[in-house]
Every structure is written in structure tokens, then in C-alpha cells.
């Protein structure tokens, strides 16, 4: 069983930068892919970024590309989610996940979530 936590959200002026962690305990986390998503109120939650368990190969949503990197260092048990040029549209709640897989998409395919840390972008 893997426990995700995540941390480093809070109030940011449009433009500025805010990262995440997401640490795991509880399991063999350095074996899964792990994902970033977010929900805005009233809004599904969406897809925002994944790492593969090696930290090689990663992906974005087209929303976020260029101003958003995930990494991870596994002996540390976490990952990270780098918000620069934040927009008032990158507001939510922000959500780790891990799955069993490589470069997972889906919600259905991740297997553990965090409770989330919310994101919030002042205009």
C-alpha cells in the first residue's frame, strides 16, 4: 500500500512559479509511473503530467507545456511538479497519483492518489 502526500501548494500572483512534492511511503515507489493532475470547482479532474518510474520519459498536458516540469528522485521517495508563468487558469485543487505502468493518462489506470493541495493564481 502506498500513502501519497503532497505539499507546496498556495496563493500566487499570475506569473509567478509555486513547486509541488509528492512524498510516498508504504510501498515500492520507485517502481511506478506517477502523475500530476488537477480539478478546478465545478470541473473534472484533468490530466496535468506524468513521469515514468525511471524518471526518463515524462509528458504534458498541451495546457501546461513549456511552463510546467515533473521530475523525481527516488531515493528521496518523491516527485516534484516546477510551476512557472502561472495563470489564473492553472487554479485547483492539485492531485499525485501512482499507478503500475509506464506513462499512465488515464484516472481509472492509477492505483493510489494523495488528498490533494490547492493551487490558487491571483490575476
Known amino acids: 500500500q502506498v500513502q501519497l502526500v503532497e505539499s507546496g501548494g498556495g496563493l500566487v500572483q499570475a506569473g509567478g512559479s509555486l513547486r509541488l512534492s509528492c512524498a510516498a511511503s508504504?510501498?515500492?515507489?520507485?517502481?511506478?509511473?506517477t502523475g500530476w493532475f488537477r480539478q478546478a470547482p465545478g470541473q473534472e479532474r484533468e490530466f496535468v503530467a506524468v513521469?515514468?518510474?525511471?524518471?526518463?520519459?515524462?509528458d504534458y498536458a498541451d495546457s501546461v507545456k513549456g511552463r510546467f516540469t515533473i521530475s523525481r528522485d527516488n531515493a528521496k521517495n518523491t516527485v516534484y511538479l516546477q510551476m512557472n508563468s502561472l495563470k489564473p487558469e492553472d487554479t485547483a485543487v492539485y492531485y499525485c497519483?501512482?499507478?503500475?505502468?509506464?506513462?499512465?493518462?488515464?484516472?481509472?489506470?492509477?492505483?493510489?492518489w494523495g488528498q490533494g493541495t490547492q493551487v490558487t493564481v491571483s490575476s
Open positions: 508504504g510501498g515500492t515507489f520507485n517502481s511506478f509511473g
Open positions: 513521469i515514468s518510474w525511471s524518471g526518463v520519459m515524462t
Open positions: 497519483a501512482a499507478g503500475r505502468g509506464g506513462i499512465l493518462y488515464n484516472i481509472a489506470d492509477y492505483n493510489y
